[in-house]
């Protein structure tokens, strides 16, 4: 089992930036690919950005292309997201998942179904 938490978000104002954290414990070396998504009120859970571990094959949603950047550091278990030029329409709360018991296309990264493990949460909030 591996368990995940967020941290980092909190509110800043359009333009500025925030780098969320995930923490992995557990037996986190058995995920083979990590995932941010995001929800925000009223809407559907979206994937934003993935990393492939191994391969370093990373993906990011159209909407977040060239602000966010998503990176893992092996040695501390951490995934990161690091959001820059942050936009009012990106407030939402951010998920850090993982997959590892089931194995998906990297096609499908930005579907919630194919991830296994999921943190609990971190808000963002961004305001105009």
């Known amino acids: 089992q591996v368990q995940l938490v967020e941290s980092g978000g909190g509110s800043v104002q359009a333009g500025g930036s925030l780098r969320l954290s995930c923490a992995a414990s557990?037996?986190?070396?058995?995920?083979?690919?990590m995932g941010w998504f995001r929800q925000a009120p009223g809407k559907e859970r979206e994937g934003v950005a993935a990393?492939?571990?191994?391969?370093?094959?990373?993906y990011y949603a159209d909407s977040v292309k060239g602000r966010f950047t998503i990176s893992q550091d092996n040695a501390k278990n951490t995934l990161y997201l690091q959001m820059n030029s942050l936009k009012p329409e990106d407030t939402a709360t951010y998920y850090c998942?993982?997959?590892?018991?089931?194995?998906?296309?990297?096609?499908?990264?930005?579907?919630?179904?194919?991830?296994?493990?999921w943190g609990q949460g971190t808000q963002v909030t961004v305001s105009s």
């Open positions: 557990g037996h986190s070396t058995s995920a083979y690919a």
């Open positions: 998942a993982g997959r590892g018991t089931r194995f998906w296309p990297a096609s499908m990264w930005a579907d919630e179904k194919t991830y296994d493990y």
């Open positions: 990393i492939f571990l191994g391969v370093f094959t990373t």
